[in-house]
């Protein structure tokens, strides 16, 4: 889990979520080519941190070796958690993916496009129902938070670097998201802990912010839930508490796969 911490800190990525209820759906790409790739094709090294960028100026979007499980969760803007069933392949084949928009589209419409492309291309069906899980639930503290107004000229950007200790170990790492919003920050640590982290603070917009995680000899995995949330609460000003509550969850009645040249 250290080694995906650590390659976080090259990574950055440009993300503008939106719901994508309030958008219409009637673009779709104008050409897409879907590749498979071979058999034992390493995973998407982003993919697990939710650090992958799919789009690029100009209408361009491209995948490489991820999983249709993982485009399904971009597209459809939800976290790990929130879909549930589908096959195995799901989530252990992979695609390379290319196509290209007319025009220059937001991320959020692009998200659309991917929708589209799901449904024509890989038959996928859904529905959405609500279930009770254990989620971390974060709220507002009771003081003002510690996110701060954006600067000029910055972009849309997460690093975590590893903060080492005098025998060359990690002893922590230290996460600066600038020109971030909040939902961008909980779907990654939700992704990371395989939790649902549900935002009821009713912060909106992007925002900077900086903290620290600590290890210690009884807190040694950084991905500890006890270590992420504790920072945020800390040192972000959330309220978070561990409970059950409702959550939408997108349930997949069907898909195929898709064959080479397709």
């Known amino acids: 889990?250290?080694?995906t911490i650590l390659f976080a800190t090259a990574v950055a990525f440009t993300a503008q979520h939106c719901h994508s209820e309030d958008l219409s759906k009637a673009r779709s790409f104008e050409v897409a080519s879907i590749t498979p790739c071979k058999p034992g094709t390493p995973a998407n090294p982003g993919e697990h941190a939710n650090m992958v960028q799919f789009t690029a100026p100009g209408g361009r979007f491209r995948a490489t070796a991820n999983?249709?499980?993982y485009l399904i969760e971009w597209a459809y803007d939800i976290q790990s958690s929130q879909l549930s069933g589908g096959p195995d392949w799901l989530s252990s084949d992979r695609y390379d993916i290319e196509a290209k928009a007319e025009g220059n589209p937001t991320e959020a419409e692009m998200k659309l496009m991917t929708q589209t492309l799901l449904e024509e291309r890989f038959k996928l069906k859904?529905?959405?129902e609500s279930k009770t899980m254990t989620a971390f639930v974060v709220s507002a503290g009771t003081s003002a938070s510690k996110l701060t107004a954006p600067k000029s000229g910055e972009t849309h950007m997460l690093q975590v670097a590893p903060k080492m200790g005098p025998?060359?170990?990690p002893v922590g790492f230290h996460a600066v998201g600038t020109r971030y919003t909040l939902k961008q920050l909980t779907d990654t640590f939700a992704r990371l802990l395989a939790t649902p982290i549900i935002d009821k603070t009713g912060l909106s917009g992007e925002f900077d912010f900086a903290f620290d995680i600590a290890l210690d000899e009884q807190q040694s995995n950084p991905m500890d839930p006890t270590v992420l949330m504790g920072a945020m609460r800390d040192q972000l000003g959330f309220q978070i508490k561990s409970q059950k509550t409702p959550v939408d969850v997108l349930v997949i009645d069907n898909i195929e796969k898709v064959a080479a040249g397709n």
Do not use: E
Request: glycine share 0%; proline share 0%; net charge positive.
């Open 1 to 3: 889990m250290i080694k």
């Open 67 to 69: 999983s249709v499980r």
């Open 126 to 128: 859904l529905h959405h």
């Open 167 to 169: 025998d060359q170990k």
